[in-house]
């Protein structure tokens, strides 16, 4: 079967760095998406990954090894809005986005 | 910019009652989706669509039937509600390409007692 997996739960430190991982089991790989979801709303896209290596996007940067299934969103200077849950989707062979159960990420004072 | 609009954003419906949930988009996207995400698990696909009068079933399409008259609209029909469907249901959009991003409508919370 298919499968995402991320921590259920992570607290971190305003102005800290907090890296949360994906790793992934899937039918083929078509590239790797990372979202984030503050509690009530929709998801809203922030990364990207396809090839192996860093994306860096002011703040958050995402990570990719396709021969680990592996894959990691690091956010950096942490605030209290990035308080949210973080999802990451894989799209598959037939182009589908199966999606891990989200990480909650609790930013403390 | 509207982007993609759902609509109701909450219901309570009773057991064996059927409702539409509405989906519209003004991005002139070809995909479109609907997802529902319940406590402790990812979003799970319900049934999808490439285009205008094109429509699939994802991985949870039992209970719920779709349909796509025009490239805007996408409603999901529930045919006899049941508390299992309890759930916050998501409309997305994209653009062809396995690159781009799905955008999400605001979701309808749905209760079935």
């Known amino acids: 079967g298919q499968n995402i997996d991320q921590p259920t739960e992570m607290t971190a430190t305003e102005g800290a760095i907090v890296q949360i991982n994906c790793t992934y089991q899937t039918s083929g790989f078509n590239g790797l998406f990372w979202y984030q979801q503050h509690a009530g709303e929709a998801p809203t896209f922030l990364s990207y990954n396809v090839l192996d290596g860093l994306e860096e996007k002011g703040r958050f940067s995402s990570f990719l090894s396709r021969s680990k299934g592996y894959s990691y969103l690091l956010l950096k200077e942490l605030q209290m809005k990035d308080s949210a849950s973080y999802l990451c989707?894989?799209?598959?062979?037939?182009?589908?986005?199966?999606w891990g159960a989200g990480t909650k990420l609790i930013i403390k004072p | 910019n509207a982007g993609v609009t759902q609509t109701p954003k909450f219901q309570v419906l009773k057991t064996g009652q059927s409702m539409t949930l509405q989906c519209a988009q003004d991005m002139n996207h070809e995909y479109m989706s609907w997802y529902r995400q319940d406590p402790g698990m990812g979003l799970r696909l319900i049934h999808y669509?490439?285009?205008?009068?094109?429509?699939d079933q994802g991985e949870v399409p039992n209970g719920y039937n779709v349909s796509r008259s025009t490239t805007e609209d996408f409603p999901l029909r529930l045919l006899s509600a049941a508390p299992s469907q309890t759930s916050v249901y998501f409309c997305a959009s994209s653009q062809g390409g396995e690159h781009q991003p799905q955008h999400f409508g605001d979701g309808t919370r749905l209760s079935i007692l």
């Open positions: 989707a894989v799209k598959d062979s037939n182009y589908q986005l199966i």
């Open positions: 669509s490439v285009g205008a009068g094109i429509t």
